[in-house]
């Protein structure tokens, strides 16, 4: 059973891309339950992240999310390309916020790190490798147009492409 180190491919990614999982990103060792984030405030409890109140035991650390975005190292990328975007940048871009805003309710690593104009690209950059290709998938949803994940399970990265 070699199938889940196959490199990431169209048509069979459900089976590959993980599901949600804890990112690990600097962590080190296992996370105390409870803690919190001293940076957002994300409480870890129960063997998850959410928003909730601060439990008076939880230890002080930094969570993956903030932990990326200091070191501006993002899980996932989603590239947009074509001449839709210059030309709809704005709508492009509510729809990313709001999809995000969404996203981090429930799923609280789930964050954007920027939007950024690349000549003539927008490059998003996220926390979670599952936001870059939801942020992808909303876009086809909502706009059409045609959407490329590549995923690499080495890296825990994540390459979206959405292209009109
Ligand atoms: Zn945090």
């Not at 999982?21 to 063997?47: F, H, I, M, W």
Request: charged residues 30%; neutral net charge.
């Amino acid at each position: 059973m070699k199938s889940h180190t196959r490199p990431f491919k169209a048509g069979s990614q459900e089976k590959i891309f993980p599901e949600h999982e804890n990112d690990a990103y600097k962590l080190k060792g296992k996370l105390r339950d409870p803690s919190v984030c001293s940076t957002c405030e994300a409480v870890y409890q129960d063997a998850r992240w959410q928003w909730s109140p601060r439990p008076p035991s939880a230890e002080e650390v930094v969570c993956p999310a903030c932990h990326r975005i200091a070191d501006r190292e993002p899980a996932g990328f989603l590239n947009i390309e074509g001449e839709f975007a210059p030309q709809h940048r704005e709508e492009l871009v509510q729809l990313l916020r709001q999809h995000e805003a969404r996203a981090r309710a429930t799923h609280v690593m789930q964050r954007i790190m920027a939007i950024e104009d690349d000549s003539g690209k927008m490059i998003v950059t996220t926390t979670d490798i599952h936001l870059a290709r939801d942020l992808g998938e909303a876009l086809k949803a909502a706009f059409h147009g045609s959407l490329e994940l590549k995923y690499s399970k080495e890296d825990n990265l994540l390459r979206a492409y959405w292209r009109r």
